[in-house]
């Protein structure tokens, strides 16, 4: 067992060392955006450094979905700790995962059946359980989706300060969990003290995970027109800078497709609308303390209020 377990961390040592709701369905249409760190193993086949992705320990239930492209690819309960310092699953979903042989002849790699995303690679026969496979997945080529937000889709909206664009989100009917934080810059797990520098690129921005069985994602668009000044273009209200301008964050076409309709009904209704409409990319949760501020502080926004329109 020593041995193998040596050979197994040899294997993946062995690699050229470089360096990471709701599900939605799977599509060729459009990916989802990638960071250079996620592109250099997703696209360039890379493996990221052991020990360091953020799904090693995570024991959480769920299903893994692919980083780019969102099919579902691992379910939680085949994961096993390998101790060789990558997630490690004795199973995949069936169909889900392409086996090929690797550029270095020896190795079998893994990549989505769906993009061809690289994931890792798969070795058998290792003995770590009775399946004896263990397929090798880079944290950075999946994203986890918790069982509680299995069936619900994901849309992120930014109206300005997320507090205030969270306040009507979460108590919307539908709505199952939001969180804020921070998207469309260029800088990798921001703090809230960054993006107020203004020099990020990111936008603050909420994310809202809705039942589609009880609303839907143009019940959310209404409410994000209908909850901020889209036609504000240097902020919201008082919050002036690059991070409160008015953006919405679409997920595939048809998401696109339905901002572009209100977009177009509220400029036949004589408004300039300033909202951008731009592809989602990796949200990157902020600190603890913005999280559902209004209702753990007990006011409401200063600068978001609720406007019927449609
Ligand atoms: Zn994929």
């Not at 599509?27 to 989802?32: D, E, I, L, P």
């Not at 997703?42 to 493996?47: L, R």
């Not at 696109?256 to 177009?264: D, R, T, V």
Request: proline share 4%.
């Amino acid at each position: 067992m020593v041995i193998l377990f040596a050979a197994g961390f040899f294997t993946m040592c062995a690699q050229r060392n470089q360096k990471e709701t709701a599900i939605k369905h799977p599509s060729t249409m459009q990916y989802n955006s990638l960071t250079p760190e996620e592109e250099s193993v997703i696209i360039h086949k890379g493996t990221e450094r052991p020990y360091t992705g953020e799904y090693l320990n995570n024991t959480a239930e769920g299903v893994y979905v692919c980083k780019r492209c969102d099919a579902k690819l691992y379910r939680s309960s085949d994961k096993f700790d390998s101790h060789c310092g990558w997630p490690s699953f004795d199973d995949e979903i069936e169909g889900a995962v392409k086996r090929v042989r690797d550029a270095d002849g020896r190795r079998t790699e893994i990549i989505c059946s769906n993009c061809g995303a690289h994931l890792g690679h798969v070795f058998l026969d290792e003995g770590y359980t009775p399946r004896q496979t263990r397929h090798c997945v880079n944290s950075i080529s999946l994203k986890f989706v918790p069982a509680s937000q299995e069936g619900m889709t994901t849309a992120y909206f930014a109206s300005g300060c997320f507090w205030g664009t969270e306040y009507f989100f979460m108590k919307a009917p539908g709505v199952k969990e939001t969180s804020v934080g921070f998207m469309g810059g260029h800088v990798e797990n921001p703090t809230y003290e960054q993006v107020c520098q203004k020099n990020t690129g990111h936008l603050e921005t909420t994310e809202v995970v809705f039942d589609p069985s009880v609303t839907s994602y143009e019940e959310m668009v209404k409410l994000f027109f209908e909850t901020h000044d889209f036609t504000q273009t240097n902020g919201q209200g008082p919050d002036i800078g690059p991070q409160y301008l008015s953006c919405i964050f679409y997920s595939g076409e048809t998401e696109k497709a339905i901002a572009e309709k209100y977009i177009g009904l509220l400029t036949e209704k004589g408004y300039k609308v300033a909202t951008m409409l731009k592809p989602a990319s990796t949200f990157w949760k902020a600190e603890d303390y913005h999280q559902q501020y209004y209702k753990y502080k007990g006011t409401t926004p200063y600068c978001h209020k609720y406007t019927k329109i449609f």
